[in-house]
């Protein structure tokens, strides 16, 4: 049987000859819109992640998987190759997303790197312990046009650097 490692690389191989993918957790995400704007520009595939129907454009790819915990971020991990890119907000996804080899991008226009992601998963925990015992915490603030063009502006550079480590 492979080792992890092997498999690890003939997936970077397969992924070098293959042209990039946006993955989009679609459940609540506000910037579908700007990711198919940036994939066409950049000629990227981009393939729509959910559990219940999403009206998408022709050139876009919607997947549908099973209502239940996880059934997308699964779905969404197994597909992936290193240097494909995640867009979703669930910080389990993402910190799965890096560890495959991908990058992952918050749709305020954060992304998730390996030196952020332990305090972000850190924060997860805590703020969910708070909200079982009873105690109140405070959601994300109101989606803005500011968090919309960051986003276009960090998926952008995001997507050219993935282009770059794949030699596209």
């Known amino acids: 049987m492979p080792s992890d490692a092997s498999q690890q690389g003939d997936r970077g191989i397969e992924a070098a000859k293959t042209p990039l993918l946006i993955f989009v957790d679609a459940d609540a995400c506000p910037v579908k819109e700007e990711v198919y704007k940036v994939a066409r520009r950049h000629g990227c595939g981009v393939r729509v992640v959910s559990n219940s129907f999403i009206r998408t454009p022709a050139d876009v790819q919607l997947v549908f998987v099973?209502?239940?915990?996880?059934?997308?971020?699964?779905?969404?991990?197994?597909?992936?190759?290193?240097?494909?890119?995640?867009?979703?907000?669930?910080?389990?996804?993402?910190?799965?997303?890096?560890?495959?080899?991908?990058?992952?991008?918050?749709?305020?226009?954060?992304?998730?790197?390996?030196?952020?992601?332990?305090?972000?998963?850190?924060?997860?925990?805590?703020?969910?312990?708070l909200r079982s015992i009873g105690q109140m915490t405070s959601g994300p603030g109101a989606f803005s046009q500011a968090d919309r063009s960051r986003f276009l502006s960090a998926l952008d550079t995001m997507v050219t650097k993935a282009k770059a480590l794949r030699g596209v």
């Open 66 to 129: 099973e209502a239940g915990p996880d059934v997308a971020d699964d779905w969404i991990v197994e597909h992936m190759r290193p240097a494909d890119i995640v867009i979703t907000n669930d910080v389990p996804l993402a910190a799965r997303t890096l560890k495959a080899g991908s990058m992952a991008l918050g749709a305020t226009g954060k992304p998730f790197t390996a030196s952020s992601i332990g305090a972000a998963l850190a924060h997860r925990d805590l703020s969910e312990h």
